[in-house]
């Protein structure tokens, strides 16, 4: 009896080795924690966060606040003189752009590619989704909302229309797709839906926009177990209340 439950409690520690062992396998981690310059609200930081979750990375979060002007120090300059968050530090290796962060994360980290291909074709739609977010997408909204957030100027209603048809362009890219590159969730989901989630948080409707509304809400539930509440919603929310004050 006494060789048998010794023997039943090696084969149980065996097992267990095995399942570390796999656990592992193909999760690279780094040899320290990642730093990562932040500030709550700020969408591009909640998309690298959401990103971080999504593979399991621990960050070491460092609060910047850009509103009392912790990104303005000299040795803030020194190590990103755009002076922008979120900037990462991974043992010494900097990176600002919370794009160029996210990719170089899956690149760095991913179990796989699946958040950013290393397929030529199946990256390139990828990168035209950031790339139409960083350059079409966040820059209209940025330009309707930024002055109305931070200088207390009305609605223009002529930004407005630059937006939804930038809004109409995403409409048709997703016809017929699960996510903003295809089948599966990437970067650029995670990217965007921090940019959706102020629009939704500031009441701004984009309803009409069928296929943007329901991939909005697919992204949502998504990226739920991966912080979609805690760092996304949260942070448009604290974003939509700066409006309500002016
Ligand atoms: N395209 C950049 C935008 C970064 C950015 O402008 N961040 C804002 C906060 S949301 C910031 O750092 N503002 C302070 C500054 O530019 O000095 C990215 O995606 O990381």
């Given at each position: ?5 010794v023997l039943l409690a090696l084969l149980y520690l065996a097992n267990d080795i095995g399942n570390a062992a796999a656990r592992s396998k193909g999760g690279?981690m ?26 399991g ?54 179990r ?135």
């Amino acid at each position: 009896m006494k060789f048998l439950t010794v023997l039943l409690a090696l084969l149980y520690l065996a097992n267990d080795i095995g399942n570390a062992a796999a656990r592992s396998k193909g999760g690279k981690m780094p040899s320290q924690p990642i730093k990562l310059y932040y500030l709550p609200p700020s969408p591009p930081c909640r998309a690298v966060m959401m990103t971080a979750r999504v593979l399991g990375l621990d960050l070491e979060l460092v609060l910047t606040n850009i509103m009392k002007g912790e990104h303005l120090t000299p040795e803030y300059q020194k190590m990103n003189p755009q002076h922008t968050i979120p900037t990462m530090d991974d043992n010494g290796f900097v990176l600002w752009e919370s794009r160029a962060i996210m990719a170089y994360l899956v690149n760095a980290y991913g179990r796989d590619d699946s958040l950013y291909p290393k397929n030529p074709r199946q990256r390139a739609i990828v990168d035209q989704r950031l790339q139409f977010d960083l350059g079409t997408l966040y820059s209209r909204y940025s330009a309707l909302y930024a002055p109305m957030l931070f200088k207390g100027e009305p609605y223009n209603e002529e930004l407005a229309a630059k937006l939804t048809e930038a809004l109409g362009w995403l409409n048709m890219l997703l016809d017929g797709k699960t996510f903003a590159a295809g089948d599966n969730l990437t970067i650029a989901d995670i990217s965007m839906i921090a940019t959706f989630s102020n629009l939704e948080a500031l009441g701004f409707d984009f309803s009409a926009h069928e296929n943007v509304a329901k991939w909005f809400e697919r992204t949502k539930k998504t990226l739920e177990p991966h912080g979609y509440e805690d760092i996304d919603k949260a942070g448009a929310q604290q974003i939509a209340s700066f409006l309500k004050k002016d």
